[in-house]
């Protein structure tokens, strides 16, 4: 189990690390799901999903303060531990990272241009994460964008996967981009520290996937000095609520900015705490902006 990089204050002094949020044994190796370098192999049946989510009477989408747009999707569980994704990361145990199906929304190693917000409805947990890899399913379906720069399956809905059209519509005749017969509606893979810490799911689930890169607005990148995931408070200190983790590497768009509770970080000291979401704060001690003053209007 991963232990999670938390903001530490030194007035007073203030533990750094967080307690594990599940426990060990609910993380196994499996190699269900497909990625790049295994993409012959189907990704796994998933568990019933609702059958009110068709391509043609879905939840409809929004978009958050900076304009990124948001769309629910189901979500399986990468695993592939010791296997290497689409670029060049090597899985490791309790990894934090997400797979969409394009290469357009890949980020470079250890690197999170490309990141996601994800949160699950069933535990009102989220977490922000890097695309690391290629999948579920499909490898050229950015069904984030709209028909016109859509590299296949442009008859689809915007913000609808293909293999959930292939699901539950028969979108060419119920089979992915490389004829396999879709067994689930998978428009995410989750690695497994972002699917069990992050969001505290223990079976494959819907969830709520906010495209960060596509919004507006400055940006700070996480930096926790290892690979482990960086707490995300509901307010401007440790003492608020954890309200989500933000994995190492991912690139977040700060709302605004307060000054709160004086941290020592990877990036320095400082009492300034950054907004990167609806009740999601990380010091910008762990946020590398190129600055150490605020890059956004004060909240």
Known sequence: MSVHTDQRTSRPAFSAMSGPLVPTAAVAVVTAVAVVAAMTAAP???????????????????????????????????????????NGHRIRKNDHFVALPSRLALSEKGEGARS???????????????????????????????????????????????????YYDGHNGGKDGFGRQVRNPAGIDLADGTFYDGLGLTGNAWVDV???????????TIRTGTHRPLNVRSGPGTSYARSGLAAAGTRVTIRCTVWGEWVDGHLGSTPLWNKIGP????????????????????C
């Open 44 to 86: 796994a049946a998933a568990a019933p999903a609702d059958a009110g989510h068709t391509a043609t009477a879905r939840v409809a989408a929004r978009t958050d303060d900076s304009g990124a747009p948001t769309y629910r999707v189901y979500a399986t569980r990468e695993g592939l531990v010791g296997h290497t994704t689409a």
């Open 116 to 166: 996601v917000r994800v949160c699950a409805p069933s535990t009102s947990r989220c977490e922000y994460a890097p695309v690391w890899d290629v999948g579920p399913w499909n490898i050229k379906d950015n069904y984030w964008n709209s028909a016109r720069h859509r590299e296949r399956f442009a008859d689809l809905p915007r913000g609808v996967p293909q293999a959930h059209a292939a």
């Open 210 to 220: 906010t495209f960060l890169w596509l919004g507006d607005g400055p940006t700070g």
């Open 279 to 298: 009740g999601h704060f990380v010091s910008d001690a762990y946020t590398r902006t190129g600055t150490g003053r605020p890059v956004a209007p004060p």
